[in-house]
Structure formats: structure tokens, C-alpha cells
């Protein structure tokens, strides 16, 4: 029988992931900002996750995600990210919405409900932001992206994905077209007040650098 593993656990698992932990150490400090939640929480919790096989963990230098801790958050991941296509696609949810009812769902759906999903969706590539959607068997493809606010007067980036985190971000972004898949031009930059100026669509935006930051892609050559 396989062991029932706490949300916890799993939300932790996810963190130590997101932050890179699964090719190499992050910090406790990271890790507590990334779930806002107290330092010594967070210590607690890693020398559980060390004692359980989930982490390496030394307090001098932080944590690294063992193989099967990978595993498990990778799994997690998955769902969470299935779980939000089928709330956009077959729902009809705004991709605004989904992260928080994915988070709540992701720990109770069982492995026969993830295949079904998976199944019905059509064994889908990308979650509704762009983020890259682990397979079945763990494996997670890597892309190389750049911030939008990285970018210079005159190039061309193609969006992949936009940082999920804040809804009302979110709809902004919706409404100006800023959403994977479009073509975003970047015409000119305030460096003093980081203000940029950019096209979608032929529709001029003016935005901040913190505006635009979480939004992610490959630039065009030339």
C-alpha cells in the first residue's frame, strides 16, 4: 500500500523544485519566502525531509531534492498543471483563477483521475500559462527562457510563459494580448523610470520593468 504523503510534505516538494532544487541547493531563506511562511518553520521542516529521504539538507548551505524527492515533486507539479488545463479548456474557469483551485485539488486527485485527465486533454505539453507540463514518467523538458524585462530597444521576443502568481496580473495581461504564443516588439526604454514601450498586435503598451517581468520567452534573432 502506498503511503499517503501530507500536503505538506508535497507543498514543500513543489517549493525546493521551483526554486531549482532539483539540479541544486537552495536556501532556506528562499525556500521561507517562497512559501511565506516563518525561518524556523522551514528548518523544522527540511531536517524532516532530510530524515525521510526527500532532501539533502545541510544548515550551512540549504537544499537539494534527492531522486525521489523529484519524483514526488514533479508528480505534484504535474497535476497541479493538468489540473489548471481542465479548468480553462473544459471549464471555462479564467486562467486567473486556476492556480489557487489547482493548488487545493492537486493533493486529493489520485493517480487513475491524472491519467484520465491526462487522457482527455490529449496528453497536453503546457499548462494554460505556458509552463512546461512533466510526463507521466517524470520527465520535465527544460527551456532556456528570458525575461521580457531583460530586453533591449528593437527586439522581438515570442512569450512562452507568465509567472501565475497574481491574478489581477494575470487578467492585465490577458486583456493587452501579452499571453504565450504572441509576438511582442519592444520599441524603446525610459532607462531612468524603467518604462517600456511595446507592441502586441500592433497595439502600442506602455509598462514598467516590474510590469513585465514575469513574463518569459525566446528573443528573435536579429
Known amino acids: 500500500m502506498t503511503a499517503v504523503i501530507s500536503p505538506a510534505v508535497q507543498n514543500y516538494l513543489k517549493a525546493i523544485h521551483r526554486l531549482g532544487g532539483d539540479s541544486k541547493v537552495v536556501s532556506p531563506t528562499d525556500i521561507a519566502i517562497q512559501l511565506g511562511v516563518s525561518h524556523p518553520s522551514v528548518t523544522g521542516m527540511l531536517k524532516r525531509l532530510h ?3 526527500w532532501i539533502v539538507y545541510e544548515s550551512r548551505s540549504g537544499a537539494k531534492l534527492t531522486d525521489l524527492g523529484v519524483s514526488e515533486a514533479r508528480r505534484v ?4 498543471r493538468l489540473i489548471e488545463l481542465f479548468l480553462t479548456r473544459v471549464l471555462g474557469l479564467d486562467w486567473s483563477e486556476v492556480d489557487a483551485e ?3 485539488l492537486e493533493h486529493a486527485i489520485s493517480p487513475r483521475l491524472e491519467q484520465a485527465l491526462a487522457d482527455y486533454l490529449g496528453d497536453p505539453l503546457e499548462d494554460p500559462h505556458g509552463h512546461p507540463i512533466p510526463t507521466s514518467s517524470g520527465e520535465l523538458h527544460r527551456r532556456h527562457l528570458i ?3 531583460e530586453g533591449l ?13 497574481d491574478p489581477a496580473r494575470l487578467r492585465r495581461w490577458q486583456g493587452l494580448g501579452l499571453i504565450p504564443g504572441n509576438l511582442v516588439t ?6 531612468l523610470d524603467g518604462i517600456f514601450e511595446i ?4 497595439t502600442i503598451i506602455h509598462l514598467s520593468r ?4 514575469g513574463l518569459r520567452g525566446e528573443f528573435l534573432p536579429g
Open 51 to 53: 530524515d525521510a529521504n
Open 186 to 191: 519592444i520599441h524603446s526604454l525610459q532607462e
Open 102 to 104: 489547482a493548488e487545493a
Open 147 to 149: 525575461s521580457l524585462a
Open 199 to 202: 507592441s502586441v498586435d500592433h
Open 210 to 213: 516590474e510590469g513585465i517581468c
Open 77 to 80: 507539479i504535474r497535476r497541479h
Open 153 to 165: 530597444p528593437g527586439q522581438k521576443m515570442i512569450i512562452r510563459e507568465v509567472q501565475d502568481d
